[in-house]
C-alpha cells in the first residue's frame, strides 16, 4: 500500500459567531493559508479534492456547492465530498491515492452552526420514528452517558472537572481557542449544572469556521520539498445507533478502529481526541489505551473550541503539527460522529 | 496500480410514487437484501458500507447514516455517507469501488435511495434567499433556459424531447421496476400534456419516487454468486462551479472531462462503436441529445439526430441505445437515481437485465450529473477485464 | 383484539427549526446597494470578469474578490423559460416568463421575472430594462425589482452576450 503524508494544516480561530462571512468566505482563507504552506497556487495543483459540511448546520440545502466556488474549478477538479466531519473526507481521500488515482488531495471542512440551535437541530439526526420526535438533543444524551458513568463508579464530577481544567489550561498556548483559561477542578465544580451531571464547561462551546489540509504520497511531499508526517494507520468503524443497545461507559467502535489503524504498534506521545463532552474524554482515553505519559489535547481539544465538520480534521492537523514541529515524534488523532460516540475514526501520524 | 474490482450483487427496489409500507430502513433492506442476496453472501461477508443520498432535507433526515447503521448491517465495520448533489447515485459507487481498488477491503455494500413522500423535496429546496427572487421556477425553470439554448445553438427540430420522452417510457414498460408504467405511450400524448417550462411538458419530465438502490462490488479474489461480474474498467468525477463567466451550460466542460477520463481508462475511443450500451442521466427529455454531444457519441449539433434516427432506441433495433431500463425519465428517487444508472450499465453486461437487455453486451456506461449540470460521475462496467 | 384496526403506517413529525441567516460579507454588500435603488457586483482580480450578485469569491479562479462595480439596470436575454405549472400560493399568475439576464458591463446572469410583453415574442438577445417598485417600498431584496420588460433597442448577437461593456449610469430610477 503506498505511504501518505500529511503536508499542510491550516485551521480559522475558533469564535461562537463569526457573524456576516458566508461560506466561501469561511473557506478560502484556508485554503490560501494551505496553498502557502507547501507553495500550491490553487486547487488546481492538487489531483483530487474532498470536503465535509452539513446543510442543517446552515439550514440551506446543498450547502457543499457553495463551496465548490472558493476552489478556483475551473478548469473542473475531480471533487467529492461527505455529509460528515472531514475527518471521513480524508478517509476518502486516502483510499482514492491508494487506488493510484491520485497523488495528492486537498480536504477541507466548514460549519457555521451560529445561526441555528445546534443541539436541537442534530436532535433530527436520531431515528425519524422513534428518537427524533422526541426532541431528545445531544446534550440530554451525553448527560444521560455521562450519569451512567458517574452511576457505575468508574469516574467522579471532579475527573470531569480535571478535563475542562486541562482543557482550558492547555489552550492558553493556542491563539486559535474559543475557551482558555486558568481554572482548577474546585473552581469548576461551583458552576451550576447546565443539565445534570454536566456543567456549562463539560459541553464543547459551538463554533463556527473551517479548516483545511493537504496530503500526498510520500513520494509527492518530497518532491514539494516541504516537512511532512507519515499517515500510517486509518480506521474508522460505526456502531449501533439506538443508545439503550450498547454500552454507553465504553467505546467499542473506538477500540476497533484503534486496532486496526495499528495505535499501540509503537510507542505514542501525544493524543489529538474528538471529545465534545469532558466524560466522553475519559471513555475514549480508556478505549484508545492511552497512559498518563501521552499529551492529551495539548491543543485544547474540542472544549476550547469546536468547529462542526471540521473539528475530527483538525484533531488530525493538531498531531500533524506537532510533529512537524519536533514536539511529539509519534500520535493518534480521533474523531466522532452521531449520538453518544457511536461513529469513530481514528489515525496514526508518525514523523518522517 | 488499482486492484480490480467488479460488481458481484445488485438489488433495487420497485420505484413508486409513495412507498407508506416501508420505513426509510425498510425501503433500503429491501434493495439491500436483493444485492446481497444476487452476491450469494450475508451481512458477515461485507467488510465496509458506503452510503448515498441527495440533501438530508429531502426526508429531514440529518446525516442519517446514524440512524441507518443498524438496518445495513454496518456495526463494527467502516461506513461512509456520500453527498455529491444529483450525481451521488454515481459518486457513491465510485467511493464503494475505491474501497476495493484502493486494496483496502475485499466487499464493499453500497446503497443509495430517496424516499421524498416522507417529506417536501421542493421546500427542502425553495428556503427563499434576499439575492435571488423567489420565482417558483423549480428545476425545470432552471433547466428549461439551458435546453433553449441547445434548441437554437443546435438548430433541433422542436420534436426531439417528445421522441425521448416516449421512446424511454416505453423501455421503461420492459422493466418491472420502473415508476412509470406506459407502454402504449405515444407522441401525441405527450405533445398534449401540459406544457409546464416551455420547451419542456409534463410528460417531458421526470417522475418524483421513493426507492434504493445497492450494489455490493467485491476485489478479483472475492467473486461471488452465480451470474457472472461486471469488471470496473475506469470511474470519473469531475466538478466545476455552478455560474462563472464564460460556462457552457449547454456542454459544460466537466461533462466533458469527466468523459474523456474514464474513455482513456477503459480505452474507450469511439464511444458510439465502443459501448453495446449507456445509461445515462436524463432527467428532461432534451437532455438525451444534449448528452450524446457532451459525452462524445456525436459531434456537436448532431445529436439530435441520433435520436431521431433511432439509434438510442432499443425498440427501433438502434446501435447504441440509452437507458433500456427506462432512464431517469421512468423512475426518479433523486439521491439512487445515479446509482440505478450505474447498476443497470453492470445488469447489461452481466446479461441479467431481463426484458430490456441489450443483446450480447459486453461494455456500457454509467453517468450521473447533479446541482446545476456541475457534478459528474462515470464508469464503465465490461463483461471482461479488457 | 376484538376489532381489528387498520395499520399505523405513519406519523406526523413535524420539525421546527429556527435559524438566523446571514448572506455573507459581498452578499449583504450587494443587498445594501440594492436598498439604494443600485445593482452593485464585483470584479475578479485575476481574470476581470465580473459577477453579481457577488458571493465573495471568483469560482472561476478561486481568488476573493473586493472591487465593487455598479451596474446599470439593463441588460440582455440569455436564455429564458415561460412557465406554466401552476403551484398552490404562487404570487405570480402562470404563464410567466423567467429570463436569465446579463446585465451591460456584467460577465454573469442571473434570473429574473420578464413582463410588459408578448411570452411569445421573446427571444435570446433580446434588450431588457428593470422596473422598479416604488422607492418607499425598497428593501434588501431583490424583489426590489419588480420585473424587467422589452427594450426598444436591437438584439445583441449572441455571440456578444455577456461580453457588454457598461451602458450607462447606475443611478437610482
Not at chain 2, 402504449?184 to 411538458?201: A, Y
Not at chain 2, 451550460?249 to 474523456?260: H, I, K, L, M
Not at chain 2, 437515481?337 to 437487455?357: C, K, T
Request: glycine residues 10%; hydrophobic residues 45%; contains cysteine.
Amino acid at each position: 500500500m503506498r505511504d501518505i503524508a500529511v503536508v499542510a494544516f491550516s485551521q480559522s480561530a475558533c469564535v461562537a459567531d463569526i457573524g456576516a462571512v458566508n461560506e466561501v468566505e469561511l473557506i478560502m482563507p484556508q485554503l490560501q493559508a494551505v496553498y502557502a504552506q507547501v507553495g500550491l497556487s490553487s486547487a488546481q495543483d492538487v489531483d483530487f479534492v474532498c470536503s465535509g459540511s452539513c446543510d442543517y448546520l446552515q439550514g440551506a440545502a446543498f450547502a457543499f456547492v457553495a463551496g465548490v466556488d472558493a476552489l478556483g474549478a475551473v478548469p473542473p477538479l475531480k471533487e467529492s465530498h461527505v455529509e460528515m466531519d472531514a475527518a471521513w473526507a480524508l478517509y476518502e481521500a486516502v483510499l482514492k491515492i491508494r487506488t493510484g488515482h491520485a497523488d495528492s488531495a486537498l480536504l477541507y471542512g466548514f460549519g457555521k452552526s451560529s445561526p441555528g440551535e445546534l443541539p436541537a437541530v442534530l436532535s433530527q439526526r436520531l431515528d425519524p420514528y422513534y428518537l427524533a420526535p422526541l426532541w431528545l438533543d445531544t446534550v440530554s444524551l451525553a448527560a444521560l452517558q455521562a450519569r451512567m458513568l458517574l452511576d457505575s463508579g468508574s469516574i467522579t464530577e471532579s475527573d470531569m472537572a480535571a478535563v475542562v481544567s486541562r482543557s482550558r489550561q492547555n489552550a492558553q498556548a493556542n491563539p486559535l481557542a474559543q475557551l482558555a483559561g486558568d481554572i482548577g477542578v474546585a473552581a469548576l465544580l461551583q458552576d451550576d449544572y447546565l443539565l445534570a451531571p454536566l456543567r456549562r464547561g463539560d459541553c464543547a462551546p459551538v463554533s463556527d469556521g473551517a479548516a483545511a489540509m493537504i496530503i500526498a504520497t510520500v513520494e509527492q511531499a518530497r518532491r514539494w520539498g516541504v516537512p511532512y508526517a507519515r499517515l500510517t494507520g486509518i480506521d474508522q468503524r460505526i456502531e449501533s445507533h439506538n443508545p439503550c443497545m450498547r454500552d454507553l461507559t465504553d467505546s467499542v467502535s473506538t477500540r476497533q478502529a484503534a486496532a486496526a489503524a495499528g495505535v499501540h504498534e509503537a510507542a505514542l506521545d501525544v493524543a489529538e481526541i474528538y471529545a465534545p463532552f469532558s466524560h466522553q474524554e475519559i471513555i475514549l482515553t480508556r478505549a484508545l489505551g492511552l497512559d498518563e505519559a501521552i499529551a492529551v489535547n495539548p491543543s485544547g481539544g474540542v472544549l476550547a473550541g469546536n468547529l462542526m465538520m471540521a473539528s475530527g480534521l483538525a484533531r488530525v492537523g493538531e498531531v500533524f503539527q506537532r510533529i512537524v514541529n519536533g514536539d511529539a515524534r509519534r500520535g493518534v488523532a480521533h474523531a466522532t460522529s452521531g449520538p453518544c460516540l457511536q461513529h469513530n475514526l481514528v489515525a496514526v501520524l508518525e514523523g518522517a | 496500480m488499482a486492484e480490480w474490482a467488479a460488481v458481484v450483487g445488485i438489488g433495487q427496489t420497485r420505484y413508486k410514487t409513495r412507498r407508506s409500507d416501508v420505513s426509510i430502513a425498510g425501503l433500503l433492506r429491501e434493495a439491500v437484501d436483493r444485492a446481497l442476496a444476487d452476491a450469494g453472501v450475508g451481512f458477515d461477508d461485507i467488510d465496509a458500507v458506503v452510503i448515498g443520498k441527495a440533501p438530508d432535507m429531502f426526508e429531514g433526515v440529518i446525516m442519517p447514516e446514524s440512524y441507518l447503521a443498524d438496518a445495513l448491517g454496518a456495526s463494527g465495520k467502516p461506513m461512509l455517507r456520500v453527498h455529491t448533489a444529483g450525481s451521488v447515485g454515481g459518486s457513491t459507487a465510485i467511493v464503494a469501488a475505491s474501497h476495493v481498488q484502493s486494496g483496502t477491503f475485499k466487499r464493499v455494500l453500497t446503497v443509495t435511495y430517496e424516499k421524498q413522500s416522507e417529506s417536501n423535496a421542493m421546500w427542502a429546496l425553495s428556503t427563499p434567499q434576499p439575492f435571488s427572487v423567489h420565482l417558483n421556477a423549480g428545476a425545470g425553470g432552471y433547466f428549461a433556459p439551458i435546453i433553449r439554448e441547445y434548441i437554437r445553438r443546435a438548430n433541433a427540430p422542436e420534436g426531439v424531447g417528445i421522441r425521448v420522452a416516449v421512446k424511454d417510457r416505453r423501455h421503461g414498460a420492459r422493466n418491472p421496476l420502473a415508476h412509470l408504467q406506459l407502454p402504449d405511450i405515444t407522441e401525441q400524448e405527450v405533445r398534449d400534456s401540459m406544457m409546464l417550462w416551455d420547451p419542456l411538458r409534463f410528460l417531458e419530465a421526470c417522475p418524483s419516487s421513493d426507492g434504493a438502490c445497492a450494489m455490493v462490488i467485491a476485489a478479483a479474489d472475492s467473486i461471488s454468486g452465480n451470474k457472472p461480474p461486471a469488471w470496473i474498467r475506469g470511474v470519473a468525477m469531475r466538478s466545476e462551479p455552478t455560474m462563472y463567466a464564460g460556462r457552457d451550460e449547454v456542454s459544460p466542460q466537466a461533462g466533458r472531462d469527466c468523459a474523456t477520463d474514464v474513455y482513456a481508462q477503459a480505452g474507450i475511443t469511439d464511444p458510439r462503436r465502443d459501448f453495446d450500451c449507456a445509461e445515462v442521466y436524463v432527467p428532461f427529455s432534451w437532455y438525451e441529445p444534449m448528452w450524446l454531444e457532451n459525452l462524445g457519441f456525436a459531434s456537436p449539433g448532431e445529436g439530435w439526430k441520433l435520436t431521431l434516427d433511432g439509434a438510442t432506441s432499443l425498440d427501433d433495433g438502434g446501435d447504441i441505445p440509452w437507458n433500456c431500463s427506462g432512464g431517469v425519465l421512468s423512475s426518479n428517487p433523486i439521491g439512487a437515481s445515479g446509482m440505478i444508472r450505474f447498476a443497470e450499465a453492470a445488469r447489461q453486461v452481466r446479461g441479467d437485465a431481463g426484458a430490456h437487455q441489450v443483446e450480447n453486451a459486453r461494455l456500457a456506461l454509467g453517468h450521473a450529473y447533479g446541482g446545476g449540470a456541475q457534478f459528474f460521475s462515470m464508469w464503465v462496467v465490461g463483461a471482461d477485464k479488457n | 383484539m376484538s376489532t381489528a384496526r387498520p395499520d399505523v403506517t405513519g406519523i406526523e413529525a413535524p420539525v421546527y427549526l429556527h435559524y438566523h441567516f446571514t448572506a455573507g460579507t459581498a452578499p449583504a454588500r450587494f443587498l445594501v446597494r440594492l436598498r439604494e435603488g443600485l445593482l452593485s457586483g464585483q470584479r475578479c482580480p485575476r481574470c476581470a470578469k465580473v459577477y453579481i450578485p457577488a458571493r465573495g469569491s471568483c469560482p472561476a479562479c478561486g481568488v476573493p474578490t473586493t472591487e465593487e462595480v455598479l451596474l446599470p439596470d439593463r441588460g440582455t436575454v440569455q436564455s429564458f423559460t415561460i412557465v406554466h405549472i401552476p403551484i398552490p400560493g404562487n404570487p405570480i399568475e402562470p404563464p410567466y416568463v423567467v429570463a436569465n439576464i446579463v446585465l451591460d458591463g456584467a460577465n454573469i446572469s442571473f434570473i429574473h421575472l420578464l413582463s410588459d410583453c408578448v411570452n411569445e415574442a421573446v427571444r435570446i438577445g433580446q434588450r431588457v430594462e428593470a422596473v422598479w417598485r416604488p422607492p418607499e417600498e425598497w428593501d434588501y431584496a431583490m424583489d426590489n425589482i419588480r420585473h424587467f420588460r422589452p427594450l426598444d433597442e436591437p438584439d445583441v448577437p449572441v455571440e456578444r452576450i455577456g461580453t457588454l461593456p457598461v451602458s450607462g449610469p447606475a443611478v437610482p430610477r
